[in-house]
Each structure stands twice: as structure tokens, then as C-alpha cells.
């Protein structure tokens, strides 16, 4: 069953271009571009994810210069093509 796999920031520190890699069973799903540095909440477009376990881990790896961070608010999964509701981005 194909899933969406979302990723909303709370806020970022990261300098525009960093990255954050998001990992399954230690494999790279997708690499996310984060925005310009903001302290509003910041969904990543979907990512397309098909699961071949009833589990899996999921873990992120940020990728920038010394000091940068993110808040990560959460990571959702919704069934591919529903419809989920879009989280207020703050602005």
C-alpha cells in the first residue's frame, strides 16, 4: 500500500540550501532542501514511500554548517492520494 511521507519543521536554523535526509531502515528515502531560516512551521512536499514490513525506522540527518538546527514538529504518513489536511504554516 503506497504511503505519503511528510515532514513538518516547527522551525529552522539551517542556513538556506542545508538539507535533511530522510532515512528508512538506514536507506535514504529522500533529501528535503530546507527554506530560508524561519521560526514559523514548515511542511516538506510528500514523499512517495511504499512499505515492504507491518515497521519500519525512520530516522533524519541534517546537513549543514556547524550550528544549524531544526525543530522537527512530526513526521506523517498518509495513505498515497488521500486527502490530508495541510497544516498552517504560520504566515
Known sequence: MPLELIVTLASSEARAGASL?????????VTITLPEPR????????????PTRGRAVVGLRLDADAGGR??????????????????????
Open 21 to 29: 535526509e530522510v532515512l528508512i531502515e538506514g536507506g535514504e528515502l
Open 39 to 50: 521560526s514559523g512551521v514548515w511542511p516538506a512536499p510528500a514523499s512517495n514511500w511504499t
Open 70 to 91: 531544526v525543530l522537527v514538529r512530526d513526521v506523517a504518513l498518509f495513505l498515497a492520494g488521500g486527502s490530508a489536511a495541510k497544516p498552517n504554516d504560520g504566515d
